[in-house]
């Protein structure tokens, strides 16, 4: 029997998606996404699910990222067609972000990647005190897509989006408490209690107030944004590290676990 990847709940006006895949680290494949998609639109079209909680359950991974390897499969029609626009994580990552009500982040373990990415489309984010994250697109000779960088910013500011990528380095839960990316740690053995608690409490406000909120802080973060020129160079810059063979010793290092030599072509 095939075990669900992706745990879906609603429990007292809190959602709950649990990525359940631990033993690849919870790595994000196309089916996780998607359904994490369909679960957050079939939430906003009422008020029952007042905060939503995506987290990795009880295990050491919240998860490690994009799992590329893996492939699409049971696509609905309607899906079929609405990935000819976007993929599978720009679907999660703007359902995420645009959910009406506030969405919470908690990280029971390390975090990397697209998953860190998830995390910050969320509006608050807390962590296990022993979890770890980064975002490693560097040390693999990628150049990542102008909107996360967006989502990035907004989140948690222009300085930490740069040290996060131009470093591509691993940090604490606490230098993420000090950072600013995320607002609570708590103890691995009380998290999930503690989480619990605390998505609790918000989705006991009032859902107007709750909704409202969200609607004009959105509205507040996105008064910026790329012009068709800037945009168009940044999916340029995007491709040619794609084609790169930089990209192909971040990758071979990746595998053999060395550090990788990049000549920048």
Known sequence: MTRDNLLVEVKNHVGTLTFNRPEKRNSLTPDMLIRMHLALEEWSKGSEVRCVVVTGGRGRAFSSGYDITAIPTDIAPEMEELLKSANPIELALHSLENFPYPTLAAWNGFCFGAALNLSVCCD??????????????????????????????????????????????????????????????????????????????????????????????????????????????????????????????????????????????
């Open 124 to 265: 608050i984010r807390v962590s296990a005190d022993d979890a770890k994250f980064g975002m490693p697109p560097a040390k693999l000779g990628l150049v990542y897509h102008a909107e996360g960088f967006r989502q990035f910013v907004d989140a948690v500011g222009m300085s930490v989006t740069r040290e996060l990528f131009m470093t591509a380095g691993t940090y604490t839960a606490r230098q993420a408490r000090e950072m600013g990316v995320v607002s609570h740690l708590y103890p691995r053995e009380t998290f999930q209690e503690e989480v619990e608690r605390f998505a609790a409490s918000i989705a006991g406000n009032a859902p107007l107030s709750l909704k409202g909120a969200k609607t004009i802080l959105n509205m507040l973060a996105r008064q910026t944004g790329l012009t068709a020129e800037q945009k168009a160079l940044a999916e340029q810059l995007q491709a040619e590290s794609f084609a790169s063979e930089d990209l192909k010793e971040g990758q071979l290092a990746f595998i053999e676990k060395r550090s990788p030599v990049f000549q920048g072509i």
